[in-house]
């Protein structure tokens, strides 16, 4: 017995199977249930951060530990923190930036130039990991005194901090480029520049991204570990947070904390965001 079918019946049968929305409001829902989770985890650590305050306030050392409440009022109420702690955002946002801008250039030329030959890879790349080893506590009066306790020693700092990540990403998608297509560029003539700029640069945009947006968190890191080490010129959250902690002002050092990981944070977000929208159509940035 032979069963036939015909496309009217097999038009039907897929007709009748269920269909995901894939439109606006499933992208919602999706983003909705991506939000709960982290949310009920910062509900437990906010408990867990009263319950440790509540025992740090029955010894008699509240000023160790602040309740979560302390530490809101003292980042956004008290007048006295919060003519602090902004203006020092800000500085600390400006040598982050220029920074992160300093090693984006320095960085992509340097994994442009590794990415040329083999003996150069080898003859430089070392050196990179290198500036990634450094230890910074020990380099960081040095280069205090070379170039000054101020604007530019920070960024410098901040530079040695999130340059590596610029370096290894975007070398990694420049030599990631198909193998086929290399062998094509090849055969029709084409320069290393038109291999470069048409094949690889394109090729590398979703390394370069990942690259940047760790660079990006790192670069504040870089800009509130030169800001505590060199002390000097415009104030920024390293130097809040080393002043409130020497006053033994709990809430405002640990509100000074807060502001500089939500920065971070949001810095990271925000070139995760240019990364999806510059090349998220066609790569997985994660």
Same mark, same amino acid.
């Given at each position: 017995m032979t069963v036939t079918t015909t496309s009217q019946e097999v038009a039907s049968t897929n007709a009748a199977l269920p269909i995901r929305d894939q439109g606006p409001i499933g992208a919602r829902r999706t983003g909705r249930r991506n939000l709960w989770p982290p949310l009920l985890v910062l509900v437990g650590i906010i408990a867990v951060f009263y319950g440790i305050a509540g025992i740090f306030a029955a010894q008699g050392r509240p000023y160790l530990w602040p309740f979560p409440h302390q530490i809101l009022f003292a980042a956004v109420a008290e007048p006295a923190s919060v003519a602090i702690l902004y203006p020092a955002l800000m500085n600390s946002a400006l040598v982050a930036l220029a920074g992160l801008a300093c090693a984006v250039v320095?960085?992509?030329?340097?994994?442009?130039?590794?990415?040329?030959?083999?003996?150069?890879?080898?003859?430089?790349?070392?050196?990179?990991?290198?500036?990634?080893?450094?230890?910074?506590?020990?380099?960081?009066?040095?280069?205090?005194?070379? =170039?000054?306790?101020? =604007?530019?020693? !920070?960024?410098?700092?901040?530079?040695?901090?999130?340059?590596?990540?610029i370096i290894a990403n975007t070398l990694f998608g420049l030599q990631a480029a198909d193998k086929?297509?290399?062998? +094509? /560029?090849?055969?029709?003539?084409?320069?290393?520049?038109?291999?470069?700029? !048409?094949?690889? /640069?394109? @090729?590398?945009?979703?390394?370069?991204?990942?690259? *940047?947006?760790? @660079?990006?968190? *790192?670069?504040?890191?870089?800009?509130?570990?030169?800001?505590?080490?060199?002390?000097?010129?415009?104030?920024? +959250?390293?130097?809040?947070?080393?002043? /409130?902690?020497?006053?033994?002002?709990?809430?405002?050092?640990? @509100? @000074?904390?807060? &502001?500089?990981?939500? =920065?971070? &944070?949001?810095? /990271? *977000?925000?070139?995760?965001?240019?990364?999806?929208?510059?090349?998220? !159509?066609? =790569?997985? *940035?994660?």
């Open positions: 320095i960085g992509v030329v340097w994994a442009v130039a590794l990415a040329q030959a083999r003996w150069i890879e080898r003859s430089f790349y070392p050196y990179a990991v290198i500036l990634q080893c450094l230890p910074i506590l020990a380099v960081a009066p040095l280069i205090g005194t070379i =170039f000054g306790y101020n =604007f530019v020693g !920070k960024v410098i700092v901040t530079l040695l901090i999130s340059l590596f990540p086929g297509q290399r062998e +094509l /560029f090849q055969l029709q003539g084409a320069t290393r520049w038109t291999r470069l700029m !048409k094949l690889q /640069f394109p @090729a590398a945009m979703p390394s370069i991204f990942v690259g *940047l947006r760790n @660079a990006a968190g *790192l670069s504040v890191i870089g800009a509130i570990v030169g800001d505590q080490l060199l002390g000097q010129g415009s104030p920024g +959250l390293g130097t809040a947070i080393s002043v /409130f902690a020497s006053r033994i002002q709990g809430p405002e050092s640990w @509100a @000074a904390i807060i &502001i500089a990981s939500l =920065f971070g &944070i949001v810095v /990271f *977000l925000v070139f995760g965001l240019l990364g999806r929208l510059a090349v998220g !159509k066609w =790569f997985d *940035l994660g």
